[in-house]
């Protein structure tokens, strides 16, 4: 206030009041309830002052010290305008009227010194307007003394400030939320350290995984968490240099618990810069990987915090004529924008003051002000100094007797701190809304909402980031619905966990399965307050699907040890790979390459769908056997959009076949089997899906080839009990073929020799299976040679063919079990007996049919067996499978004929 005012005797400015009075249109009948100071002749500031007083926009009143209880006697509109009292409810009354429930009374009490003290004074304190709504007052009261030094009057001026505070108090929530994101990484320790590496800080997650509460570690090097070869070393300053060289550095190491003991950490260690740039310390993130060394999973933290303090700001009250020169600026003014005499800026352009956009905003409020209205806005301006503030600024027209503007107010309010603090806030708020949104783990706070004595019975999001929207599949503004409104049928039990978290204090882990999404996670939980709680959602799919993949695997193996039978093994196999994998169907089956069929004779089928054992056509779900006959596997992740079962995408679906994977099993290149696995859901088949389904066919094939093995083996001690005997009973047969058509007994003893050696060399052959290619009559010649007591006992006819060694061995095996036989009981168990073998081929190329012709004669008439030897179904149903051959065996009364037909790429067979 101008020290003129000071000078003022009450009957002056009494009288002043009355003359404002009267301008304003609201004399009393009663007599004068205001009164105004006019000043001396010789103090025109302040009657300029006053004049401005009465039309500016700045709330002022003055009261009278003089009366009892130290009443209101003047008023400004703006006063009135602020409070929303008339002036008839104000004047004669003292200003604790203002006063109400929420005026804080520490306030009150400074209030009374300063009047007692008679001293100016300068506080915030909460008024209440007419309406009863409260307001924070940044009010400045003064005494007014005469000529004399008499207390005259007391002046007091009011801003409201409240939105000020709002904007503190989003602040104060901010950092609020930034801290319960900072501890809500419970599984991760957060460490802030100054620039010389001493803790200052760290959160829940430090305390969990490193032992040390907060309170213990505050003020210790970081070097106590190293461990004695790494503190050696100098690890901690070399990390600490690193991150000031590249901006951050890597920490994979063993480190150490409070106990001593040793955990493996993952993390990273970057430096904690303020808002200009400048180092303030580091801050280092890891999580405790011991079990998991081999599989680290970074985690981003940032743990910045800002921190200010709002700071009120004075006003800035000037008087421009309407040029928008300056005329007059208060004292106040002058302090805040750094000006010692006013001289010096008197009758300067106040527009020129403010810089870039400013200046027109300027130019347009003096406008709106010429104008008889009121401009307003915010904007830089330097002090005379050249320090830079900001401002916001009310432009109001001061009116003369004639009612029009005659001057101009101008009041600047410094808002330079509050526009800091809004860009710390911005950018705090953005750097907690990145962070809140960039997380790849889900995130919500949420409202426990209770129903009496029935407990806690639903949640209300207050907010989720994206990830948890997308995890769960939540819609994306779930914030602020209630989940049992999002999922009706979610488990009382879950809502009951997160209760307990909210009234125990205590975070809790734990796992949940959603079956509808396919989906796990591993839920971390802790309390906000004492209605709400944070949660963090980790998505777990992978590694429980991992597990389920791994306890599969060794159940395969467990359950396949002792199984015998193959159909067995294939339908265990199903059975574990559609229950892992979460399938409709799944099995093997025998495929007919030819006829383009599949047969399954044992399949799983999931509980509540139609079995799909039996026969089926490729043809009628799409064409991709032609993949299948290459040898390729099929992986189809939603068949409707496959070209290859595009158009048979309903017959896929009517079997719960959304989805499929088909691995062929190819014998000497054919397509002859097929592991199957069908999804009842469209979706991509993981890369580790495929491999666990691999696997399971690997063993599952490994497990048949042991049961054929056995049964082979088994097949073969037969065997070769049976060719013990047969090699006896050849022996005697030759011998005594050889005593009866011998001359004499060194003729005998020579030709029985040789027949012994022969005998020995087919057994060599059949029993070593080391031919390769070769002739098939070269073949037949040494499976019969044994036999050949005269050159006219066998006769060959038919084409040079050319045979593998397995089916070389094969049909030696079948020709020396003929001839055995032959030798026993048929043609060649008579000295006229003979066996014509005729081959023949027809076609041509690998499909070409070779047909092999055993005809007997001249031996005993022929009988059929009752009951079929081993031999004999040796030959019909073993040997010739191998080369892909069929077999006819009959008994005519003249000799038993057999006839062998095969293709020719089964005998090329090696």
Not at 121 to 132: A, F, P, Q, S, Y
Request: with cysteine.
């Amino acid at each position: 206030m101008d020290s003129d005012l000071h000078e003022l005797s009450r009957e002056e400015l009494e009288a002043e009041i009355l003359r404002l009075r009267a301008k304003l249109g609201e004399r009393p009948d009663g007599g004068p309830e205001t009164s105004s100071p006019r000043p001396h002749s010789s103090a025109a500031n302040a009657d300029v002052l006053f004049s401005a007083v009465d039309k500016t926009g700045l709330p002022m009143i003055l009261t009278d010290p003089n009366q009892d209880d130290d009443p209101i006697v003047f008023t400004n509109r703006a006063f009135l305008d602020l409070t929303g009292y008339g002036i008839d409810e104000v004047v004669g009354r003292n200003c604790r009227f203002l006063q109400g429930p929420d005026t804080e009374p520490d306030r009150i009490d400074e209030i009374r010194a300063a009047l007692r003290e008679n001293r100016d004074l300068k506080t915030e304190i909460t008024n209440h307007r007419r309406d009863g709504t409260p307001f924070v007052n940044a009010l400045f009261i003064g005494p007014v003394f005469d000529g004399e030094g008499r207390l005259r009057y007391r002046f007091g001026s009011q801003i409201d400030v409240t939105e000020a505070h709002r904007n503190r108090r989003r602040w104060i929530e901010s950092e609020e939320r930034q801290r319960a994101i900072f501890n809500s990484a419970s599984e991760m320790a957060i460490i802030v350290t100054d620039t010389e590496g001493r803790v200052t800080d760290w959160n829940v997650g430090a305390e969990r995984i490193l032992g040390w509460s907060a309170d213990e570690i505050r003020g210790q090097a970081i070097e106590r968490i190293f461990t004695p070869e790494d503190r050696a070393n100098g690890r901690a300053q070399e990390e600490m240099a690193i991150v000031l060289r590249d901006g951050h550095a890597e920490d994979v190491r063993w480190h150490l618990r409070k106990d001593g003991g040793r955990f493996y950490a993952v993390g990273d260690m970057t430096a904690l810069r303020g808002m200009d740039g400048a180092h303030q310390g580091y801050v280092k993130a890891m999580c405790d990987r011991t079990e998991e060394r081999h599989n680290a999973i970074k985690y981003q933290a940032d743990a910045e915090f800002m921190r200010s303090v709002l700071a009120s700001s004075a006003d800035c009250i000037k008087v421009l004529d309407l040029d928008g020169g300056l005329t007059f600026m208060s004292e106040g003014g002058m302090r805040v924008m750094e000006v010692s005499d006013f001289n010096h800026i008197k009758g300067c352009p106040w527009p020129d003051f403010w810089q870039d956009q400013g200046h027109f905003d300027a130019l347009a409020a003096l406008d709106a002000a010429r104008a008889g209205g009121i401009g307003h806005f915010q904007g830089a301006a330097d002090t005379y100094l050249g320090t830079p503030k900001w401002w916001d600024v009310q432009v109001t027209p001061i009116l003369g007797a004639d009612g029009r503007p005659e001057k101009i107010l101008s009041i600047s309010r410094d808002i330079t701190d509050q526009k800091a603090v809004e860009g710390r806030l911005a950018e705090s708020e953005g750097r907690w809304r990145r962070l809140f949104e960039g997380m790849q783990e889900g995130f919500f706070s949420a409202e426990m909402i209770h129903d009496g004595d029935a407990g806690t019975v639903d949640f209300r999001l207050v907010e989720v980031n994206p990830a948890f929207a997308s995890l769960t599949e939540l819609p994306a503004d779930s914030a602020g619905r209630t989940m049992r409104d999002l999922l009706p049928d979610i488990p009382q039990g879950l809502i009951d966990t997160y209760a307990r978290v909210v009234e125990t204090g205590q975070p809790e882990n734990f796992e949940i399965d959603i079956p509808e999404l396919r989906r796990a996670f591993e839920v971390r939980a802790s309390k906000q307050d004492d209605r709400r709680l944070v949660a963090l959602f980790l998505d777990i799919t992978e590694r429980k699907q991992a597990e389920a993949r791994r306890a599969a695997t060794t159940e395969l193996g467990d359950r396949l040890r002792d199984v015998t039978q193959q159909e067995d093994i294939s339908g265990i196999a199903a059975e574990i790979m559609g229950r892992t994998l979460g399938l409709s169907h799944a099995g093997y089956g025998q495929v007919d390459p030819d006829a383009e069929t599949i047969s399954v004779a044992q399949a799983w089928t999931a509980p509540g769908l139609t079995d799909v054992s039996g026969l089926h056509r490729f043809r009628d779900y799409g064409s991709y056997i032609e993949d299948l006959k290459a040898g390729r596997d099929v992986v189809i992740g939603d068949v409707r959009r496959d070209p290859r079962t595009g158009g048979d995408a309903e017959a896929l679906a009517s079997i719960n076949a959304r989805g499929l994977l088909n691995l062929p099993v190819l014998e000497q290149g054919r397509f002859v089997a097929m592991f199957y696995a069908l999804k009842p859901e469209a979706g991509d088949w993981s890369p580790e899906d495929i491999a666990f389904v691999r696997n399971v066919v690997d063993r599952t094939r490994s497990a048949i080839a042991r049961v054929e093995a056995e049964a082979q083996q088994r097949l073969l001690n037969h065997e070769l009990s049976h060719r013990m005997k047969n090699m006896l009973a050849m022996v005697q047969s030759i011998a005594t073929q050889t005593m009866r058509g011998a001359a004499d007994l060194d003729t005998a003893r020579d030709v029985l020799a040789n027949r012994l050696i022969a005998l020995g060399k087919s057994h060599d052959l059949l029993l070593g299976g080391s031919l390769s290619k070769a002739p098939l009559a070269n073949v037949i010649e040494n499976a019969i040679d044994i036999h050949r007591d005269r050159p006219d006992r066998f006769s060959l006819h038919g084409p040079p063919v050319m045979v593998g060694s397995k089916a070389a061995l094969s049909l030696s095996l079948i020709l020396h079990e003929l001839a055995t036989n032959a030798a026993k009981y048929g043609a060649l168990s008579s000295a006229d007996g003979h066996v014509t073998i005729t081959c023949t081929a027809d076609g041509g190329g690998d499909d070409a049919t070779v047909t092999l012709h055993w005809v007997e004669a001249g031996g005993p008439p022929v009988v059929a067996p009752k009951r079929t030897g081993f031999g004999t179904r040796l030959i019909e149903r073993g040997l010739a499978g191998s080369f892909e051959g069929t077999v006819n065996l009959r008994y005519p009364a003249p000799g038993v004929v057999c006839t062998i037909s095969a293709p020719q790429r089964g005998l090329l067979a090696s």
